[in-house]
């Protein structure tokens, strides 16, 4: 490649690398997996107990996060695609070698971002929508389901495959920055899982305060219609996940300017 090439070449080129990789593939396979199968097993579950359930519950039932709860286990499906996106080139040193082709790192970057985000995006929402139309048509007839046609239920469909696309793009930032995949996805689970719990054993005060600013949390807000006590409304939930993916990404973006190969 020469020196000269455009940010569309370098696209082209990083498109020809996603779709071949393997881990990529492999990860929007289990992503698919997860997010579809654990989500209809999930609503046949409600579905098959709802005649046992209390009338609170029946009263809480929010079919349209139930239907999608397989995400709360496909979220981690999809930071390991961002993460692997970067770090196996670290790890196999053919990182120099796509350096050598592409001297602008800014550019290099631009290129991987817009292939994670376009090909995440699309995914996601093909498959948010197919689970959550899913979901519903288990639903049907027994428990009380949504219908895409209230705002409020699609925003929140359309939400979750944002939602998994930003914890995508923020994967390939924490790549960026520490470089090593097992590192990487320690701790990207880490902040998605382990944290919550440790949150859940704190006062309940200090719950209510910061817990709605967890990842995790933000993410449960974007996909739910009507957003439980304590937690941020679904457009806040977006904005302030939006900032901390553009702080991590500055920071990868940053380091991997500045530092050697």
């Known amino acids: 490649m ?28 289990v992503f698919f997996v997860l997010t579809l199968g654990l989500g209809g097993l999930i609503s046949w579950a409600v579905r098959s107990h709802w005649n046992q ?5 029946r009263l809480g039932f929010d079919p349209v996060s139930t239907s999608l709860a397989g995400i709360l286990f496909a979220q981690f499906a999809v930071g ?22 592409v001297s602008n790192r800014l550019r290099l970057i631009s290129a991987k971002t817009i292939v994670l ?46 939602y998994l696309t930003l914890l995508t793009i923020a994967g390939f930032a924490l790549g960026l920055i520490v470089r090593q995949s097992a590192a990487c996805i320690s701790i990207f689970v880490s902040v998605l899982l382990i944290v919550p719990i440790i949150f859940a054993f704190l006062p309940q005060s200090w719950q209510n305060s910061y817990a709605k600013y967890l990842p995790s949390e933000l993410g449960r807000s974007m996909m739910s219609p009507f957003p439980a006590a304590h937690h941020l409304g679904a457009w806040n939930a977006l904005i302030v996940l939006l900032v901390y993916v553009i702080i991590v990404s500055g920071v990868g973006v940053t380091l991997m300017i500045r530092r050697d190969a």
């Open 2 to 29: 020469s020196s000269d090439q455009t940010l569309l070449d370098v696209v082209k080129s990083e498109w020809i690398k996603f779709r071949t990789v393997r881990s990529s593939v492999m990860g929007v396979i």
């Open 80 to 101: 390991v695609i961002g993460v692997l996106f970067i770090t196996s080139e670290y790890s196999s040193s053919s990182i120099r070698t796509t350096l050598a082709a």
């Open 117 to 162: 985000a376009a090909s995440l995006i699309l995914v996601s929402e093909v498959v948010c929508f197919a689970t959550f139309l899913l979901g519903q048509a288990i639903f049907s007839g027994v428990v009380p389901s949504a219908s895409l046609g209230s705002s409020d239920v699609l925003r929140s469909v359309l939400l979750a495959g944002l």
């Open 53 to 57: 359930t209390n009338g609170p519950s």
